[in-house]
């Protein structure tokens, strides 16, 4: 007997993945992105955060996305001046324990879990899969080739601290001290976060599948070289579709922000302005300028006699130069918080300044905005590297070795050559050929889209193999282990 559509639709939403994504805004978003592609093709989601993150993050229940809640050893809040390294030991000792609760919770109620996406940054996440006997699949939302310096290190191909002042990696172009993730490059900077990122490789053969925020021909050489090691696979630019292909008309807006935007406000002002005149200014939801790099980036956008919307988060406005926000009203905005893919979609955006930041940084290339790069720390440097060096689509901007900034007249000199003359014309036109390959990636028969099909294809396998019982039982009795396939290695 033939199945109805009902029971074929009915089949084909068995799957279920739980998304564990590193509880930051930069690293939940392109998690929520995949979970809206994986949604739309009729797999189930769930996404799993902090207890304290729930309470606080606002997140919008109607796109069809289940949350649940884990702990972090800090359910009523982190406070302040909490040490990085505690927060970190602590959701590290309390995230697998409930996570499997969180698990429990969801087959109980008739939502059994098939496999469990997570960010490497919580590397726990795969031994609870495999505890499990659950499918695990690894998200990195940094670039392949940050991630693929991360790796050397890990494996010792990449010796710390750094001795040579030309270092050479297979896969990536010529790389300076300089170049490389801030942990890297200043070896004992901040050891609990290099601990963390060089952690994501530990037991990462045991993962089903890895995948990358990122587009095959951004990172071409890269990907093609970690491929005869690993089975990389690009899923990016996680952007919304409304962005890019168009083909989830519903998805406009990550639908998770830390920070309330003033949208009415960037919005109506840049209605003002004419196309490709506005420098647009954000530093993203965790830099910290110093207040001298403040006052020479305050005075670079005044020098520069362009339009400027600035980004000051409202913990950072007392860095800005005195009465500067009055001095400058008539040619710049500067706000707390704004819709970033609204503002970098706006025909009068001529030039992102940007810390480089990789969300920001696939953000501008997706959306083909030139950037001034002024990278501050972890995988920004790298960012910056490839912005300038490999794809030719914005300049990173020197920074001063006797002052340690990057100087105001700098600062004016790269808007300059992003806005005026021949160099900024071929910035330009490289910024213009990025969006449309990051829009074919995604696109229907597109490499990324390809990707992600047939991960959809083998859930749909796997869960039909899963019964709800077996589940629970595995999850009330996490001594037991599945020898099934669903236990096997990457395909």
Same mark, same amino acid.
């Given at each position: 007997?033939?199945?109805?559509?009902?029971?074929?639709?009915?089949?084909?939403?068995?799957? #279920?993945?739980?998304?564990?994504?590193?509880?930051?805004?930069?690293?939940?978003?392109?998690?929520?992105?995949?979970? &809206?592609?994986?949604? #739309?093709?009729?797999?189930?989601?769930?996404?799993? +955060?902090?207890?304290?993150?729930?309470?606080?993050?606002?997140?919008? =229940?109607?796109?069809?996305?289940?949350?649940?809640?884990?702990?972090?050893?800090?359910?009523?809040?982190?406070?302040?001046?909490?040490?990085?390294?505690?927060?970190?030991? @602590?959701?590290?000792?309390?995230?697998?324990?409930?996570?499997?609760?969180?698990?429990?919770?969801?087959?109980?109620?008739? #939502?059994?879990?098939?496999?469990?996406?997570?960010?490497?940054?919580?590397?726990?996440?795969?031994?609870?899969?495999?505890?499990?006997?659950?499918?695990?699949?690894?998200?990195?939302?940094?670039?392949?080739? +940050?991630?693929?310096?991360?790796?050397?290190?890990?494996?010792?191909?990449?010796?710390?601290?750094? =001795?040579?002042?030309?270092?050479?990696?297979?896969?990536?172009?010529?790389?300076?001290?300089?170049?490389?993730? =801030?942990?890297?490059?200043?070896?004992?900077?901040?050891?609990?976060?290099?601990?963390?990122?060089?952690?994501?490789?530990?037991?990462?053969?045991?993962?089903? $599948?890895?995948?990358?925020?990122?587009?095959?021909?951004?990172?071409?050489?890269?990907?093609?070289?970690?491929?005869?090691?690993?089975?990389?696979?690009?899923?990016?630019?996680?952007?919304?579709?409304?962005?890019?292909?168009?083909?989830?008309?519903?998805?406009?807006?990550?639908?998770?922000?830390?920070?309330?935007?003033?949208?009415?406000?960037?919005? /109506? $002002?840049?209605?003002? @302005?004419?196309? @490709?005149? %506005?420098?647009?200014?954000?530093?993203?939801?965790?830099?910290? !300028?110093? %207040?001298?790099?403040?006052?020479?980036?305050? $005075?670079?956008?005044?020098?520069?006699?362009?339009?400027?919307?600035?980004?000051?988060?409202?913990?950072?406005?007392?860095?800005?130069?005195?009465?500067?926000?009055?001095?400058?009203?008539?040619?710049? !905005?500067? %706000?707390? $918080?704004?819709?970033?893919?609204?503002?970098?979609?706006?025909?009068?955006?001529?030039?992102?300044?940007?810390?480089?930041?990789?969300?920001?940084?696939?953000?501008?290339?997706?959306?083909?905005?030139?950037? %001034?790069?002024?990278?501050?720390?972890?995988?920004?440097?790298?960012?910056? &590297?490839?912005?300038?060096?490999?794809?030719?689509?914005?300049?990173?901007?020197?920074?001063?070795?006797?002052?340690?900034?990057?100087?105001?007249?700098?600062?004016? /000199?790269?808007?300059?050559?992003?806005?005026?003359?021949?160099?900024?014309?071929?910035?330009?036109?490289?910024?213009?050929?990025?969006?449309?390959?990051?829009?074919?990636?995604?696109?229907?028969?597109?490499?990324? /889209?390809?990707?992600?099909?047939?991960?959809?294809?083998?859930?749909?396998?796997? *869960?039909?193999?899963?019964?709800?019982?077996?589940?629970?039982?595995?999850?009330?009795?996490?001594? *037991?282990?599945?020898?099934?396939?669903?236990?096997?290695?990457?395909?």
């Amino acid at each position: 007997m033939e199945n109805t559509g009902e029971e074929n639709n009915l089949k084909q939403q068995r799957g #279920h993945c739980l998304i564990l994504p590193y509880p930051i805004q930069g690293h939940i978003n392109p998690m929520l992105q995949f979970s &809206k592609r994986l949604l #739309h093709k009729k797999i189930k989601i769930t996404l799993v +955060v902090p207890k304290q993150l729930a309470r606080t993050m606002q997140f919008s =229940s109607s796109s069809g996305i289940l949350l649940e809640t884990i702990s972090d050893g800090f359910d009523d809040g982190i406070p302040p001046g909490t040490d990085p390294e505690d927060h970190r030991a @602590r959701f590290s000792e309390l995230g697998p324990q409930t996570l499997k609760e969180a698990l429990y919770r969801l087959a109980s109620a008739g #939502h059994p879990v098939d496999c469990i996406v997570y960010d490497p940054f919580l590397d726990w996440g795969l031994e609870v899969a495999k505890e499990l006997g659950l499918k695990a699949a690894a998200l990195f939302t940094q670039s392949c080739a +940050v991630c693929h310096i991360y790796n050397k290190v890990f494996t010792g191909e990449l010796k710390v601290p750094l =001795s040579e002042d030309d270092i050479s990696i297979p896969g990536l172009p010529p790389m300076k001290p300089g170049d490389m993730p =801030s942990f890297v490059s200043v070896y004992g900077s901040y050891p609990s976060f290099f601990e963390m990122v060089v952690n994501q490789f530990r037991g990462l053969e045991k993962a089903d $599948w890895l995948f990358f925020n990122t587009f095959y021909k951004l990172e071409e050489e890269v990907m093609d070289y970690m491929a005869k090691f690993f089975p990389v696979k690009a899923i990016g630019p996680t952007i919304p579709s409304m962005y890019l292909d168009k083909r989830l008309p519903e998805d406009r807006e990550y639908g998770l922000s830390i920070f309330k935007p003033k949208t009415a406000a960037c919005m /109506d $002002w840049l209605n003002e @302005r004419e196309p @490709r005149s %506005v420098a647009y200014v954000s530093f993203g939801s965790l830099a910290q !300028l110093g %207040v001298e790099q403040m006052e020479e980036l305050a $005075w670079g956008l005044k020098l520069s006699g362009k339009h400027f919307l600035w980004v000051v988060r409202s913990s950072e406005e007392s860095k800005l130069p005195k009465d500067f926000a009055q001095e400058t009203s008539e040619k710049g !905005l500067i %706000v707390s $918080w704004c819709p970033q893919l609204d503002v970098l979609a706006h025909e009068a955006i001529g030039c992102f300044i940007t810390h480089c930041g990789w969300n920001s940084t696939l953000e501008a290339s997706s959306l083909g905005v030139p950037m %001034v790069a002024i990278p501050q720390w972890t995988d920004q440097s790298t960012n910056a &590297k490839f912005v300038m060096d490999v794809w030719k689509m914005g300049i990173r901007a020197p920074v001063d070795q006797e002052k340690g900034v990057v100087t105001r007249e700098a600062i004016d /000199d790269c808007i300059k050559q992003v806005f005026e003359g021949g160099k900024g014309e071929d910035i330009t036109k490289n910024a213009t050929k990025w969006k449309e390959l990051a829009k074919e990636a995604v696109d229907e028969g597109g490499n990324s /889209d390809k990707n992600l099909e047939e991960f959809v294809t083998s859930l749909r396998s796997i *869960s039909s193999q899963i019964p709800c019982k077996e589940m629970e039982a595995l999850i009330l009795d996490p001594t *037991s282990t599945r020898t099934t396939t669903n236990a096997s290695s990457i395909p």
